[in-house]
C-alpha cells in the first residue's frame, strides 16, 4: 500500500472508531441455515479489526434462523433484515 493509501485506510479506520462507519462489512444471507450460523457468525466476531458491521439478511426461513438471529439484536455492530419485510438483498440500507 503506498503512503496516500496508508493515511486514508487509517482515517477510515479512526471514522469507524469514533462510531460513522466500519472499515468493513461483511452481508451474510440465509435461508434456512440455521445450523450453520454460529461458525459463521463466529468468524466475523473473532477478526482482529473490531471496526466491521455484519449485515445478515433473512429470505424467509422457517427453520429457526430468525428467532435465533434476534439475540443479536441490540448489538451495534449486527444489522438484522428479514425478508418478511420485503426487501430484496440488494435493498438492504
Known amino acids: 500500500m503506498t503512503e496516500?493509501?496508508?493515511?486514508?485506510?487509517?482515517?477510515?479506520?479512526q471514522g469507524a472508531i469514533s462510531g460513522?462507519?466500519?472499515l468493513f462489512?461483511?452481508?451474510?444471507?440465509?435461508?434456512n441455515?440455521?445450523?450453520f450460523l454460529k461458525p459463521r457468525m463466529d468468524s466475523v466476531?473473532?477478526?482482529?479489526c473490531s471496526n466491521w458491521e455484519?449485515?445478515?439478511y433473512d429470505s424467509y426461513s422457517d427453520d429457526g434462523t430468525w428467532e435465533y438471529?434476534?439475540?443479536?439484536?441490540d448489538d451495534s455492530r449486527v444489522r438484522l433484515v428479514s425478508g418478511s419485510e420485503g426487501r430484496?438483498?440488494?435493498?438492504?440500507e
Request: charged share 20%; hydrophobic share 40%; with cysteine.
Open 20 to 22: 460513522t462507519l466500519p
Open 33 to 35: 441455515a440455521r445450523r
Open 4 to 13: 496516500v493509501g496508508d493515511r486514508e485506510l487509517a482515517n477510515r479506520s
Open 45 to 48: 466476531f473473532e477478526q482482529t
Open 25 to 31: 462489512s461483511v452481508c451474510l444471507h440465509t435461508l
Open 69 to 73: 438471529l434476534q439475540q443479536f439484536k
Open 54 to 56: 455484519l449485515i445478515v
Open 88 to 92: 430484496p438483498v440488494c435493498g438492504v
